[in-house]
């Protein structure tokens, strides 16, 4: 069975499913969200193949501690098979309610291009690279069934979403988004820079739009993503023998 690699953002999503793992051991680590990030000594590793890494916020350093930790467990011949992001994310509403689980079918690098004076162009519409990553499509069917969460786009961002209006203008141009986050495409371009597969889950903490950190349930969502993540190991295991 191919190992796993769950990349998360900061210390208490890594806790968050590390719980689920049985695997929270380990470093004390009493970093809070927002509080500054401590990329060394942050891998949990759990008794069945798959290792729990915080890999910072925002997708520029998930993309390099995501290709960091799949190139050293290459090197040491022992590399994953799967990369799954994994953490709290603003849901669209109505469809993703705060403490809901979102599967993402389509990771989606939302503000990656330019602003022009007809509107965003993204980058492969100005001829360069990729928007949009997508996780096997049976996998994400499977886990969302196995957890009880909707699938769609999520999209990822640099910048959160403060503004009734932005959120309306994401909506428009991903009509199927249901949640944006800030890490699952820098964990995807590392994944398939590894030619691994990627799979994206996020457990709702608040609505996208108008800012309202004080209205953020971020433990509900913590204690979603562990729950999700108890049901969701099984099928990761399963899908790992069966279909790689
Ligand atoms: O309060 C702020 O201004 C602020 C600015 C940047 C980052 C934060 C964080 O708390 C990190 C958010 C962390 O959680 C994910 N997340 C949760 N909700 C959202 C959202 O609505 N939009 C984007 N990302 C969200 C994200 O993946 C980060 O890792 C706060």
Redesign the pocket.
């Given at each position: 069975m191919g190992r796993v690699l769950v990349a998360t953002?900061?210390s208490v999503e890594r806790n968050a499913v590390a719980t689920a793992l049985g695997a929270l051991s380990l470093e004390s680590d009493d970093e809070a969200?927002?509080a500054p990030h401590r990329p060394s000594g942050t891998t949990a590793h759990g008794g069945r193949g798959v290792d729990v890494l915080i890999a910072g916020?925002g997708p520029a350093l998930a993309a390099a501690s995501t290709a960091s930790a799949l190139t050293a467990a290459a090197l040491q011949g022992n590399p994953y098979g799967l990369v799954v992001s994994a953490?709290?994310?603003?849901g669209f509403q109505p469809e993703a309610g705060v403490g809901s689980l979102v599967v993402a079918d389509e990771i989606v690098a939302a503000d990656l291009g330019a602003e022009t004076e007809d509107g965003f162009v993204s980058v492969t519409d100005l001829g360069f690279g990729t928007v949009r990553h997508h996780p096997p499509a049976d996998l994400v069917r499977l886990v969302g069934d196995a957890v009880g969460a909707r699938t769609g786009a999520v999209l990822t961002?640099s910048t959160?979403?403060g503004t009734a209006e932005r959120a309306r203008a994401l909506r428009e141009r991903h009509p199927g988004a249901l949640a944006?986050?800030?890490?699952g495409f820098g964990v995807a371009e590392a994944a398939a820079a590894h030619g691994v597969p990627v799979l994206e889950v996020r457990a709702i903490?608040?609505p996208?739009g108008p800012?309202d950190?004080a209205a953020?349930r971020i433990p509900d969502a913590l204690a979603a993503l562990t729950e999700g993540f108890g049901k969701l190991l099984p099928v990761l295991e399963s899908w790992n023998r069966h279909d790689q």
């Open positions: 953002a900061v969200l927002g916020v953490g709290i994310g603003g961002v959160v979403t944006e986050a800030m890490e903490s608040n996208v800012r950190r953020w």
